[in-house]
C-alpha cells in the first residue's frame, strides 16, 4: 500500500510529510480504506494548536484520501500514523 500523510498546524505550525510504501495485509488494507471513503464531519473552527491530516491511500486501482482533525481523526489512521511515524528514521 502507498501512502501519502500530511501533518499541519500544532504549536509550532511546521508540517510534517509521510511518504512510502509499506505491506499489509488484504483485510487491513480494506478496513482502512472503507476508513477514508466514510464521510467526514466538516472542519470547523479546528483550533489554533489543532492538527490537520490530509491522508491519502493507494492500494492497487483503489485510490482514497480525507482530510481529518485531532477530534475527527479515526482510532485505526492514528495508528497507522504512529506505526509509520515509528518505523521512519528522520
Request: charged residues 30%.
Amino acid at each position: 500500500m502507498k501512502y501519502k500523510i500530511e501533518i499541519e498546524g500544532g504549536f509550532s505550525g511546521i508540517p510534517k510529510k509521510l511518504t512510502g510504501k509499506m505491506s499489509i495485509d488484504s483485510e487491513k488494507s480494506g478496513q482502512l480504506i472503507r476508513i477514508l471513503r466514510k464521510p467526514v464531519p466538516q472542519i470547523q473552527n479546528a483550533g489554533r494548536d489543532m492538527y490537520i491530516y490530509k491522508i491519502a491511500l493507494k492500494e492497487g486501482s483503489q485510490k482514497v484520501q480525507a482530510e481529518f482533525t485531532d477530534r475527527s481523526l479515526p482510532t485505526e489512521l492514528r495508528s497507522l500514523i504512529d506505526d509509520i511515524k515509528n518505523n521512519t528514521q528522520d
